[in-house]
């Protein structure tokens, strides 16, 4: 097993800290706690990838994304995912202008830097798919004609997992295209109690720190990030061990696992590991960046099959499993580390 090397990183320069530093205060002058879940936002902004966001109602998903979004000097929109929504309510349609006798392309919101889908399982699956090409491509067609989304541009869907009623389930090709999923619970006492305050209290005016060119300019310092091939081989195993558990020693989840975790997976991690690492302050990635991320990236690529479901076994439990018996790479050593 290789050794990540350090020595020759130095740590991330002073002003992209200090930026990063700058948009987590402006937020957190306006949400309390869901500190994991700030973390794993800003991931994937510097990464450029997806987030999927499940929780109850009333933890503060739709706002932590709005905060962040004004934070960047950059188009925020917000669409409401209802059952009576079509394709062309989210991407645009063609309409006939009667003076002229043309057609004008008329843009839909998905023409902005930062969307928030909200609740996105209410919408039927053609609405969804409505989202497949622009997540992966960045564009949309319409009547044959490619339209380019500005850059940066992210999508944060959130779905609500205690309500069935007038939902409908996510089709796999779209789950796949969304970076991470992470799961909010509730704020502890200590926690609510300053929500509580904070909402009762004087509003508070959120000011925007950062442009989109100097996020344009973080993601590019982010794809500089060094990852160790030792670490890229351990990200590559991790997720083969999804597909083939036999394989890695795992006969036993064989049977739980109806199909496992895409490539998307394990390109996921390695860009993951290096948003991590930025935030953290170093320009390089160590073994920890990787594995903080591991339940977040996989837990919705997994599907199980009849035998997981009816023993009652969650992706979150069978990627715990999987990832105990992958060693992950040594660090690097102490007067490595004090060398850098």
Partial sequence: MHTLHAAAFPAASPDTTQL?????????????????FLERVMVAMLAQGHLLV???PGLAKTLTIKTLASTVRGDFKRIQFTPDLVPADLVGTRIYNQKTGDFSTVLG??????????????????????????????????????????????VMATQNPIETEGTYPLPEAQVDRFMMKVELDYPSEAEEFVIVQRVTGPAVAVAAVAS?????????????????????????RLVSSTRDPARHGMKELARFITFGAS????????????????????????????????????????????EALAEGLSAQQLVARLSAKIPTPARPLAHEKLAA
């Fill in 212 to 236: 989109t060119e100097q996020l344009a300019a973080l993601q590019a310092e982010c794809r500089r990030i060094y990852v160790d091939p030792a670490l890229v081989q351990y990200a590559v």
């Fill in 20 to 36: 990063m530093e700058q948009i987590l205060y402006e937020v957190k002058r306006v949400v309390v706690g869901q500190d994991r």
């Fill in 54 to 56: 499940e929780g109850v």
């Fill in 109 to 154: 919101p998905v023409f902005t830097n930062l969307l928030l889908a909200d609740e996105i399982n209410r919408a039927p699956a053609k609405v969804q798919s409505a989202l497949l090409e622009v997540m992966q491509e960045r564009q949309v067609t319409i009547a044959g004609v490619s339209h380019p989304v500005p850059a940066p541009f992210l």
């Fill in 263 to 306: 490539p998307r997976a394990t390109i996921a991690l390695v860009e993951g590991a290096r948003a991590l690492a930025l935030l953290r302050g170093r320009s390089y990635a160590l073994p920890e960046d990787m594995s903080d991320l591991v339940p977040d990236v996989l837990r919705h690529r997994l599907i199980l099959s009849y």
